[in-house]
């Protein structure tokens, strides 16, 4: 049954993670999911169609910034708890115009933050003792590894991009408030996401639509970064446990166990696209693999360290990169009207140097 007392505040519900994890909490959940977002460039309502109905969805279009609307919110829905994702997501992007990172990402954490602090101040004892703010976050805060090694929840944060910056900056944040007033709070620090809906300037998407097209497909420098791909709906169960049993104060690391060399992901989504698409022109599509100059700033390697996880709250993630990437290309394959939609509103990145040949 639902009831105002049995309600989650999701931010950046309409944006790649957020909306699986709103589709997954109305789904599965008994709560009431109040999802706020500003519908930047990266979210679309498109992505949650089949829950804009549902009564356990409310969608409400505005601006983490802004302290009145959020504190009625909180006032209204009185929610348990906060999963918060709404940020400026695309490190290109940051690296063209910083200054919206820190607004929406340190600013916006710290609003909801302060927000969430008021609100739980004036609730009843046993209100407090369940309340949760989980914080989503990315391994990005930790900076480059070797060759070896993972990041662990107690690696120094060394964030290297103006988006990784200001990630890090919002997590202190976050302990900050643990640690200054009690207020209940969980940080999630995850590697990359690929699955369905994301918006496509991020890689995987970006390099199915150019195979499709036949379009360049641009690779930073030689190739060789690599990172530790996660699928989405794997780590929306994740926050799900964590925010159920995690320990207040506490930061879990979330990772998918499958390292890759950026190539080596460019190459794979090469071949199936070949094997789905066998009439394409100008297959093989590997041989629109174009390298570009490398980005400024640009992490050599990811590897999460997600042993805390399994252990305290038995996490681990379900899908292979095998299935996880073959359910994601048919996924853009047969969705190209949802492609279309969301890059016209949001034009694909504008002014991000990725093109450059190098
Ligand atoms: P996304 O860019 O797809 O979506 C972000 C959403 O936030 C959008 O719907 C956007 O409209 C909304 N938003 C932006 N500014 C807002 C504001 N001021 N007020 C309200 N809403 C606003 O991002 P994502 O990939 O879904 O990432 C979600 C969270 O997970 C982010 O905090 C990101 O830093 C983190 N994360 C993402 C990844 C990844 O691989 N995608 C990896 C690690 C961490």
């Not at 809906?197 to 970006?206: A, G, V």
């Not at 399994?310 to 290309?329: A, F, H, M, N």
Request: net charge negative.
């Amino acid at each position: 049954m639902l009831s105002n007392d049995s309600s989650v505040l999701v931010t950046g519900g309409a944006g790649f993670i957020g909306s699986c994890l709103v589709k997954q909490l109305v789904a599965c959940g008994s709560d009431r999911v109040v999802n706020l977002d500003k519908l930047t460039y990266a979210g679309s309502l498109d992505s949650l169609s089949n829950v804009m109905e549902s009564p356990k969805h409310r969608f409400v279009q505005g601006d983490i910034c802004d302290g009145q609307l959020v504190r009625e919110l909180f006032k209204e829905f009185r929610p348990r708890a906060v999963m918060h994702l709404a940020a400026e997501s695309h490190v290109d992007r940051s690296i063209v115009g910083p200054s919206e990172f820190l607004r929406t990402n340190v600013t916006g954490t710290v609003q909801m933050l302060e927000e969430a602090l008021r609100f739980w101040r004036a609730e009843s004892a046993e209100n407090r003792e369940r309340f949760r703010f989980l914080h989503v976050s990315t391994d990005e805060v930790y900076g480059s590894l070797g060759p070896t090694g993972s990041f662990t929840e107690s690696t120094p944060y060394s964030p290297n991009s103006p988006y990784s910056a200001s990630k890090a900056a919002s997590n202190h944040f976050v302990g900050a408030y643990h640690q200054t007033y009690g207020l209940p709070t969980l940080i999630s620090n995850c590697s990359n996401n690929y699955g369905p809906y994301q918006f496509p300037e991020k890689l995987i998407p970006l390099m199915i639509q150019n195979a499709v097209a036949g379009k360049p497909l641009p690779v930073y420098g030689d190739g060789l970064n690599v990172r530790d791909w996660l699928y989405v709906d794997d780590h929306c169960q994740a926050l799900q446990l964590i925010l159920l049993d995690g320990r207040p104060g506490e930061v879990y690391n979330v990772g998918g166990n499958t390292e890759r060399t950026n190539l080596d992901m460019v190459q794979t989504i090469c071949q199936l696209v070949d094997e789905r698409c066998p009439n394409l022109p100008h297959r093989p599509c590997a041989s629109l693999i174009t390298f570009v100059k490398d980005r400024p700033g640009h992490d050599r390697r990811y590897a999460i360290d997600a042993t805390k996880l399994k252990r305290e709250l038995g996490w681990q993630p379900r899908e292979s990169l095998d299935s996880g990437i073959q359910k994601t290309v048919d996924w853009y394959l047969a969705n190209t009207d949802w492609v279309r939609r969301v890059s016209s509103d949001g034009q694909v990145s504008p002014k991000v140097p990725r093109f450059e040949a190098q």
